[in-house]
């Protein structure tokens, strides 16, 4: 079973910086890819980005396309996402997520771990 951790959440203004953190530990697979996602208040969980084991092939969502840099370091069994320019939208629960394959995909279905979250709030 593989554990997800997630760090690096905050407070931030509009147009700040957040880098999230994500560490598996556990029985861990370095050919699954790996995603990040995030949930607002009283909406539903969405796709944000995802990236190959490899790190060469990544995925985002268009709202932070440009904004969002998803990268992963396999010796340290850790990703991240660097999210830049961020936006009052961009509020919510950030949760990284372990893929069962290893295309990048949106789908929430294709990710059966899930960590426990991390909050990020932008304020204007």
């Known amino acids: 079973q593989v554990q997800l951790v997630e760090s690096g959440g905050g407070l931030v203004q509009v147009g700040g910086s957040l880098r999230l953190s994500c560490a598996a530990n556990?029985?861990?697979?370095?050919?699954?890819?790996m995603g990040w996602f995030r949930q607002a208040p009283g909406k539903e969980r969405e796709f944000v980005a995802a990236?190959?084991?490899?790190?060469?092939?990544?995925n985002y969502a268009e709202s932070v396309k440009g904004r969002f840099t998803m990268s992963r370091d396999n010796a340290k069994n850790t990703v991240y996402l660097q999210m830049n320019d961020l936006k009052p939208g961009d509020t919510g629960v950030y949760y990284c997520?372990?893929?069962?394959?290893?295309?990048?995909?949106?789908?929430?279905?294709?990710?059966?771990?899930w960590g426990q979250g991390t909050q990020v709030t932008v304020s204007s």
């Open positions: 997520a372990s893929s069962a394959q290893g295309w990048p995909t949106t789908r929430l279905s294709d990710y059966p771990n």
């Open positions: 556990g029985r861990t697979s370095a050919s699954y890819a």
């Open positions: 990236i190959t084991w490899s790190g060469v092939n990544t």
